[in-house]
C-alpha cells in the first residue's frame, strides 16, 4: 500500500477488522517511512458486471460512484451522514447483484434508491424523485407528495404481500 502522507510502499497493518457484515476489511496500517497512520478498506469486487438500461435505450456499465453522486446530490446539505449515503449506494448495489445476473433498468435502481431515502429523509426523497421521476411542475410535484404522505412508512424488515412493480410497469391511470 503506498502511505497517503510520504508516497512510501513500506507499511505493517496495526489492525484488522470486518465491518458491514464482514462485506468489507477495515484495516489500520503504519507508514515505516513517516510513522504516520491511515485506514484502508477493502471489498470483494463484483464477479459479474451489471450493465445499466437507461431510460432512452442506451447502456452503460453499473457505477457505484453514479449511485453515490445522486444519493448526495439529493441529500445536498440535510443533515444525512455520509455514511448512511455510503451504506445506501452499498445496499442497492448489493441488492442489484443478488436479484440481476446481466442487465437492470436505471428505473429500479432509482426506485431502490428512491425507497431507501424515503425511509431516512423524505425532503431528500423528494428530491431524488424530482430529477428520477422526472417530475417538472409544482403539480406533479404536489402529487407525489400528497401520494407520499398518504402512504404509511414502511417498516424495517417487512416484505412485501405482494410483489411491487416498478412505475414504467404501472398503467398511466394509476400513476
Do not use: W
Request: hydrophobic letters at 35%; aromatic letters at 4%.
Amino acid at each position: 500500500m503506498i502511505c497517503p502522507y510520504c508516497n512510501s510502499h513500506e507499511d505493517k497493518v496495526i489492525d484488522s477488522r470486518a465491518t458491514e457484515a464482514g462485506q468489507t476489511i477495515r484495516r489500520r496500517r503504519q507508514c515505516l517511512k513517516c510513522d504516520r497512520r491511515y485506514t484502508t478498506y477493502e471489498r470483494v469486487e463484483a464477479a459479474s458486471r451489471l450493465t445499466v438500461i437507461k431510460k432512452d435505450g442506451s447502456r452503460v456499465a453499473f457505477s457505484l460512484e453514479n449511485v453515490l453522486s445522486g444519493i448526495k446530490a439529493a441529500c445536498g446539505k440535510r443533515p444525512v451522514p455520509e455514511d448512511i449515503k455510503q451504506r445506501i449506494a452499498e445496499e442497492t448495489e448489493e441488492e442489484l447483484h443478488a436479484e440481476f445476473d446481466r442487465e437492470v433498468s436505471s428505473t429500479i435502481i432509482g426506485e431502490r434508491v428512491m425507497a431507501k431515502l424515503r425511509a431516512i429523509d423524505v425532503v431528500s426523497y423528494i428530491r431524488f424523485a424530482t430529477e428520477h421521476l422526472q417530475l417538472s411542475t409544482l403539480d406533479e410535484i404536489r402529487r407525489e407528495l400528497e401520494t407520499l404522505h398518504a402512504r404509511p412508512p414502511d417498516l424495517p424488515n417487512q416484505e412485501d404481500l405482494f410483489p411491487r412493480r416498478s412505475r414504467a410497469e404501472e398503467p398511466a391511470a394509476e400513476r
